[in-house]
């Protein structure tokens, strides 16, 4: 009998456990913690902690390219980072103080490189490291927003996605305004 069981489980091919029906949800639900505005999942803390830190260096870089900027249309893009994550950092904080979550303080090292390379740029240099490090940061976060926003069942989560997402696509529509985005390179290192 064992030697049966045992050709039989050899006869049928193994499959990924996560990708069996049913199980991609209980996987979920297993890292999720209820709240009072809905289970809040591993995921959603991961977007509420991104939208954190990148308004932690991107109002700096927007501050920086409204002093600096050798054009207005980065100049006008820089007004838009800084008065869109102004207003979606006081959103995140306080979903995170009702989900009692923790945030940064202070951007990623790769943030924070990031910033340097737009203070060592000038002119035109600087506009184009400006636009194309911001257009290929927001370009990245979009498909995560849309991908909360669906699955998400926490009614705090699904709202700071949608605004999130609204003030993303202002941004990168902004940034595309400018004229110095190369999008042959953000298509190549996807």
Do not use: C
Not at 94 to 116: F, H, I, S, Y
Not at 143 to 159: A, F
């Amino acid at each position: 009998m064992a030697l049966t069981v045992t050709v039989g489980a050899l006869a049928f091919p193994m499959w990924d456990y996560e990708d069996r029906s049913g199980t991609t949800q209980a996987y979920a639900s297993a890292s999720s913690v209820d709240t009072q505005w809905g289970p809040l999942t591993a995921q959603d803390r991961d977007l509420i902690y991104r939208v954190r830190l990148a308004g932690l260096w991107e109002m700096p870089a927007g501050k920086q390219a409204m002093e600096r900027a050798p054009t207005p249309e980065i100049k006008e893009a820089g007004d838009h980072l800084v008065n869109g994550h102004a207003d979606l950092d006081r959103r995140v904080r306080d979903v995170a103080k009702k989900l009692g979550m923790t945030l940064p303080n202070e951007p990623t090292p790769e943030q924070q490189g990031w910033l340097a390379q737009m203070d060592a740029a000038q002119g035109k240099e600087y506009e184009r490291t400006f636009a194309q490090l911001l257009r290929s940061a927001h370009g990245k976060i979009f498909p995560v927003i849309g991908k909360v926003r669906n699955e998400t069942r926490n009614s705090l989560v699904r709202q700071l996605a949608s605004d999130t997402n609204q003030t993303v696509l202002d941004h990168i529509t902004m940034l595309e305004k400018t004229g110095a985005v190369d999008f042959d390179a953000i298509a190549n290192a996807q």
